[in-house]
C-alpha cells in the first residue's frame, strides 16, 4: 500500500514529476527462506513500512522512473540487513522501471 503526494509535475523536459510517499508492504515467505517462528507453520508472513520519493523521467518516447525507498520499520531486521554491505546491516540498491513507449 501507497500514499504519495505530488511535489511537482510538468509536460517538458527530463524529469516530469515527483513524489513524496509512504508505503508498507506485506507478504508470506515460503519456510525454506525465512525460517517460522512457531512450528508446523509452512508460510511466514513479512512486512515493511516507510517513506520515499519517487521521479518519473522521459527522454523522446522512452519514460521510466525511479525510487528511493526507506524503510522504517522491518518485521525481520535480520533478513533485511544486506549481509554484503560494508557495515553488514545497509547497503542502497536502485530500482528503475520503464515504460513501454507504444
Do not use: C, I
Request: net charge positive.
Amino acid at each position: 500500500m501507497e500514499v504519495s503526494r505530488a511535489v511537482f509535475t510538468r509536460r517538458g523536459g527530463p524529469v516530469r514529476g515527483l513524489a513524496l510517499h509512504f508505503f508498507g508492504d506485506g507478504g508470506l515467505v515460503d519456510s525454506a527462506a525465512v525460517p517460522a517462528v512457531a512450528a508446523g507453520k509452512s508460510a511466514k508472513p513479512l512486512w515493511d513500512a516507510g517513506a520515499g520519493a519517487v521521479a518519473t523521467w522521459r527522454a523522446g518516447d522512452l519514460g521510466w522512473t525511479m525510487r528511493f525507498d526507506v524503510p522504517f520499520l522491518v518485521s525481520r531486521w535480520n533478513y533485511a540487513a544486506d549481509p554484503h554491505a560494508r557495515d553488514h546491516r545497509a547497503q542502497f540498491r536502485w530500482l528503475v522501471s520503464l515504460a513501454p513507449s507504444f
